[in-house]
């Protein structure tokens, strides 16, 4: 599967972006998807995973209550709301796909992006 992400830019803290990865391939609903993140210097740090269904969604504790994940698996599309921004958000963000049960383990997954930068001013 190939992945495209897009939706990054520039905003203030306290502002919003809303990013999205658009799979190709016809599998696309069976890969748990998942999005992470990596600031200048800094390990690739996760942010949140879905399930193949949608069922189940898990986040980073830095996110949690501002970040949404969702996917539209008819669109072969994954997205992350991203709300209340902080300066500390700043990092090329990815997504990625994985096989098997969903995990926070940026090894674990098969699949990813070519990244997406957002910059969160103060």
């Known amino acids: 599967v190939q992945l495209q992400a897009s939706g990054g830019g520039l905003v203030q803290a306290g502002g919003s972006l809303r990013l999205s990865c658009a799979a190709s391939?016809?599998?696309?609903?069976?890969?748990?998807m998942g999005w992470f993140r990596q600031a200048i210097g800094e390990e690739r740090e996760f942010v949140a995973f879905i399930t193949w269904n949608g069922g189940s969604t898990y986040y980073a504790d830095s996110v949690k209550g501002r970040f949404t994940i969702s996917r539209d698996n008819a669109k072969n599309t994954v997205y992350l709301q991203m709300n209340s921004l902080k300066p500390e958000d700043t990092a090329v963000y990815y997504c990625?796909?994985?096989?098997?049960?969903?995990?926070?383990?940026?090894?674990?997954?098969?699949?990813w992006g070519q990244g997406t930068l957002v910059t969160v001013s103060s």
């Open positions: 391939g016809r599998t696309f609903s069976s890969y748990v």
């Open positions: 990625a796909a994985k096989s098997g049960p969903a995990g926070s383990y940026y090894r674990s997954y098969n699949y």
